[in-house]
Structures are given as structure tokens and as C-alpha cells.
């Protein structure tokens, strides 16, 4: 009975919400600063930059009376009071990469109106799956009632030391600089080895190189195998990315591409290095714990609405 309520209330709401326009990009980011309820995803893109991708809307609505109070002060034009945006970046997953809301007693049916609107068009660009990390605690008492599942979660990894233990070679691979024309492969080598939700794209992988701390590929008599992409903070890096080709996982890449990045952070004096990875993502976690990174307990949820 409370969802059906919850999505009856949305549906009175969905008239007043509408896709967002360049022309609302102030109010947006005044609504980053200024709401009650704000997620933002970690992202290499800008928050704002999702206005120009589509799958962003807001909710405006309807404007004052022209002779009311309201009307007189503010004009008649109706005022953007809270935003979702989502992104595929590639398809068929997408992540909430925006949110921004008031707190009232109707904040969670304005969530489900926004959402209702943009789940057909998610599902019209073939998006099977929407992904939400909440990185702060008020969306999680919403999201089972508005279809989410939470299957997965992040732990957060770090190493307080850069030594890097005794670890196979293999003569024949070598680490390079990531360079542009990389980026196709490197989706494609993404596209094996992980599920939908946690791919990265040509495009985004390029988009995350041009701010990236380090960026590396592992070639394997002549072929990508592998890479790594790292972001520095002060005296911390924080190892964003770690890809290795299915066919080879198991045979050392990751060991040599993971004290590679060491040995440049300890030449760039780093002291300190973190990442994160799905708490049932068990090879990985036994790598980092080789390495001498420790899990910290700091956990986030990762909820899933399946759209299919």
C-alpha cells in the first residue's frame, strides 16, 4: 500500500517535471549547494556536464499567480526546486549522477516522479539497469520502496607504506604511458571483464586520462592486456582503476601493473595509497591484501533498479 501511495503521488507530480534546459544550468548549480538531499556520483565528468548528455530533468513547479504575493515578488515563472540526472557511460547500465532535493513531506514522490520520467527513456536507448552508490545516508530509506535492490557493496582499501613485496615477473610484458588511441581497446578489455554496471567507456576512460595522477597499460608480447589509472591528493593516491584481460587474470599483470604505480608514487613522494573494490570481488581483494593494503571497514552501498 505505501509504494502504490508513494507512486500515486508521484504521478500527480510528474506534470511539473520537465527535461532540464541550458538555460536552467544556474539554478542547478545553485540547487548543488543549496538542497537539503545532494548526491553527487564519483565521477571523472563534472556534475554540471550531464546537463549537455540528456537524462537530466527537473522539477519546476507551476508558477505563482501573476497578482498573488508570490507572483509579485518572484515573477511567473516556474522555479527549478530539484533535479535527477543519470548517464549510461556505456550502455546498458546507467548510474544517478545527480540528485538534488528539498526536505519536505513530499521529497521522496518528487525522487519518483523524476525517476518515472526518466525511466523511459532509459529504457528506449536500451538501459537495462540503473545503479545508484550512495555516499550518504538519506537515500537508502527510499530506495527499496522505489524498486532498488542493494547487491553490491564498496569497501575502501589503503597502504600505509609504498613497499612493495616479492611478486612474479614476466619478462615479456611491459607497462607504457596510456596514449589516446589506447582508449578502444581498453573499453574493450573492460567490456570482458566486468558486468555492465561497472564498465567504463572509450570516451569516459579518455575523459578520466586528461586528469589522471598516472595512467598505464600493460602489453603482453605486443598486446594491451591490462592498465591502471590513479589520482593523487597531497600525499595520497588513490588507485581508481585496475582492468586486467580475463585470459591472462591469474598469471601476475595485475601484480607488475600494481608495483609499477607503487615504485612512480614512491618517486613522486606519495605516502599513502587507497582504493576500493566490491566487497565479493575476492582475486582482487587478495591481490591488494599481497600488496599490503588493509580493508578499513569504511563500507558504501550500491543499489540496483533492474528496467528491463
Given at each position: 500500500?505505501?509504494?502504490?501511495n508513494?507512486?500515486?503521488?508521484?504521478?500527480?507530480?510528474?506534470?511539473q517535471?520537465?527535461p532540464?534546459m541550458?538555460s536552467?544550468?544556474?539554478?542547478?548549480?545553485r540547487l548543488?549547494r543549496?538542497?537539503?538531499?545532494?548526491?553527487?556520483?564519483?565521477?571523472w565528468?563534472?556534475?554540471i556536464?550531464?546537463?549537455?548528455r540528456?537524462g537530466?530533468?527537473?522539477?519546476a513547479?507551476?508558477?505563482?499567480?501573476q497578482?498573488?504575493?508570490?507572483g509579485?515578488?518572484?515573477?511567473?515563472?516556474?522555479?527549478v526546486?530539484?533535479?535527477?540526472?543519470?548517464?549510461?557511460?556505456?550502455?546498458?547500465?546507467?548510474?544517478v549522477?545527480?540528485?538534488c532535493l528539498?526536505?519536505?513531506?513530499?521529497?521522496?514522490q518528487v525522487?519518483?516522479?523524476?525517476?518515472?520520467?526518466?525511466?523511459?527513456?532509459?529504457?528506449?536507448?536500451a538501459?537495462?539497469?540503473?545503479?545508484?552508490?550512495?555516499?550518504?545516508?538519506?537515500?537508502?530509506?527510499?530506495?527499496p520502496?522505489l524498486?532498488?535492490?542493494?547487491?553490491y557493496?564498496?569497501?575502501?582499501y589503503?597502504?600505509?607504506?609504498?613497499?612493495i613485496?616479492t611478486?612474479?615477473t614476466l619478462?615479456?610484458?611491459t607497462?607504457?604511458?596510456v596514449?589516446p588511441?589506447?582508449?578502444?581497446?581498453?573499453?574493450?578489455?573492460?567490456?570482458?571483464?566486468?558486468?555492465?554496471l561497472?564498465?567504463?567507456?572509450?570516451?569516459g576512460?579518455l575523459?578520466?586520462?586528461?586528469?589522471?595522477?598516472?595512467?598505464?597499460?600493460?602489453?603482453?608480447?605486443g598486446?594491451?592486456v591490462?592498465?591502471q589509472?590513479s589520482?593523487?591528493?597531497g600525499?595520497?593516491?588513490h588507485?581508481a582503476r585496475?582492468?586486467?584481460?580475463p585470459?591472462?587474470?591469474?598469471?601476475?599483470?595485475?601484480s607488475?601493473?600494481?608495483a609499477?604505480a607503487?615504485?612512480a608514487f614512491q618517486?613522486?613522494?606519495?605516502?599513502?595509497?587507497?582504493?576500493?573494490?566490491?566487497?565479493?570481488?575476492?582475486p582482487?581483494?587478495?591481490?591488494?591484501?599481497k600488496?599490503?593494503?588493509?580493508a578499513?571497514?569504511q563500507?558504501?552501498?550500491v543499489?540496483v533498479k533492474?528496467?528491463e
Open positions: 500500500m505505501e509504494i502504490a508513494q507512486w500515486a503521488g508521484a504521478t500527480n507530480l510528474k506534470a517535471v520537465r532540464a541550458s536552467d544550468k544556474r539554478d542547478i548549480v548543488m543549496m538542497s537539503d538531499y545532494t548526491h553527487i556520483h564519483l565521477d565528468r563534472p556534475p556536464d550531464w546537463l549537455e540528456g537530466f530533468v527537473v522539477f513547479p507551476s508558477a505563482p499567480a497578482d498573488s504575493l508570490a509579485k515578488l518572484f515573477g511567473n515563472q516556474p522555479e526546486r530539484a533535479c535527477l540526472a543519470v548517464g549510461a557511460d556505456p550502455p546498458p547500465a546507467a548510474w549522477r545527480v540528485v528539498q526536505r519536505n513531506g513530499r521529497s521522496e525522487l519518483a516522479a523524476m525517476l518515472a520520467e526518466l525511466e523511459g527513456t532509459l529504457r528506449d536507448t538501459v537495462t539497469q540503473l545503479g545508484w552508490l550512495t555516499m550518504q545516508p538519506w537515500p537508502n530509506k527510499w530506495l520502496e524498486g532498488f535492490a542493494r547487491p557493496e564498496i569497501e575502501t589503503y597502504k600505509e607504506n609504498l613497499q613485496p611478486h612474479k619478462p615479456d610484458l607497462i607504457r604511458q596514449e588511441d589506447d582508449m578502444e581497446q581498453l573499453a574493450a578489455i573492460e567490456s570482458l571483464a566486468f558486468e555492465p561497472w564498465r567504463h567507456s572509450a570516451e576512460l575523459f578520466a586520462s586528461r586528469q589522471a595522477f598516472s595512467f598505464d597499460v600493460a602489453e603482453w608480447n598486446r594491451i591490462g592498465f589509472l589520482s593523487r591528493s600525499e595520497n593516491a588507485l585496475m582492468t586486467v584481460l585470459e591472462v587474470q591469474g598469471q601476475g599483470v595485475g607488475v601493473l600494481l609499477h607503487l615504485q618517486q613522486h613522494d606519495i605516502r599513502y595509497v587507497s582504493l576500493n573494490t566490491q566487497t565479493d570481488n575476492y582482487s581483494q587478495a591481490l591488494y591484501k600488496f599490503g593494503f588493509y578499513t571497514g563500507r558504501l552501498p543499489w533492474s528496467l
